[in-house]
């Protein structure tokens, strides 16, 4: 479990194939390894990994890529020289700055248009149909392992806000028009879509999808 607020930001030194999987090397000097070991969990641009192997002294760890993983992320795109955002796992004494995140990439999204406001940078991201529905303003989505409240949210289309500081901490400010980014939606929004659903199920309407309608019946939305 992870929170969304990025501790570092690496640099992939070397890929390695290991049949259809992949083995990654990544140095993050600014990441503190004192507390990690072997088997620990840190997320790379949003998608948790496994520590295999670390060089404390080198600031260098190692983590394989699955072919599953490589097939519905972007980390597939990544090559030696990028540059990736870092988040150790969540500890029982962690703040929660941002959001629970759960490293499991829920699908890809591609930035379609990029302006500057002020200080500020506002991005517009093109999200799959199928997670859409996932997606509220003000709501809390996930980027590459940032977590980012969503400014507004028009068909497939979702507007983010980005602080300096974020710019600044995160690769974010290194995005282009045609980007495509891992994207995990608010786990809340999911467990709410399977608490609905099965109570749907259990009164025998095995054909219901979540909608305004299923939300008023339950509550959630006023009439």
Not at 205 to 218: K, V
Request: glycine share 8%.
């Amino acid at each position: 479990m992870f929170t969304g607020i990025i501790q570092a930001v690496g640099t992939i030194t070397a890929w390695q194939n290991l049949g259809q999987d992949k083995r990654m090397t990544v140095s993050a000097p600014k990441l503190d390894f004192a507390d990690m070991q072997k088997g620990d969990s840190i997320a790379v641009n949003g998608v948790c990994l496994t520590v295999i192997q670390f060089q404390q002294d080198k600031h260098t760890f190692m983590a394989d890529v699955s072919v599953e993983t490589l097939t519905h992320t972007s980390l597939k795109q990544l090559s030696q020289g990028s540059l990736v955002n870092l988040e150790k796992a969540l500890t029982l004494s962690s703040r929660l700055g941002g959001h629970f995140v759960s490293g499991h990439v829920d699908g890809i999204a591609e930035l379609v248009n990029k302006t500057q406001l002020s200080k500020c940078v506002k991005l517009d991201f093109n999200a799959p149909k199928t997670l859409v529905k996932y997606i509220a303003k003000k709501g809390s989505v996930c980027i590459d392992g940032v977590s980012l409240t969503v400014n507004q949210i028009q068909g497939q289309l979702f507007s983010l806000n980005i602080v300096p500081h974020t710019l600044e901490q995160t690769i974010i400010a290194e995005y282009q028009i045609g980007q495509v980014v891992n994207l995990e939606v608010d786990m809340i929004a999911r467990y709410l879509e399977k608490l609905l659903l099965g109570r749907t199920l259990e009164s025998a309407q095995p054909q219901a999808t979540l909608s305004t309608e299923l939300l008023q019946q339950h509550g959630f939305i006023q009439s």
